[in-house]
């Protein structure tokens, strides 16, 4: 998979609330393409679970 599907695969499990699945299609996304947007959407994902699950999500 490119760096653009992976990133759009990860958006996709973030609108169905599978955080983990997005998480982890962001990473693969910037691995393979520093430059994504996917590195960007893993950080505001990161910080949206910090604020709202601060108990059950912890990087």
């Known amino acids: 998979m490119t760096a653009d599907e ?3 695969k ?3 499990f973030r609108k169905q609330g599978k ?3 997005a998480i ?3 990473t693969e996304a910037t691995e393979l393409n520093p430059e994504s947007p996917a590195a960007e959407a893993k950080k505001m994902l990161e910080d949206i679970l910090n604020f709202y699950h601060k108990d059950t999500y912890n990087p």
């Open 6 to 8: 992976l990133y759009r």
């Open 24 to 26: 982890n299609c962001y």
């Open 10 to 12: 990860g958006n996709d």
């Open 19 to 21: 955080w983990a699945d």
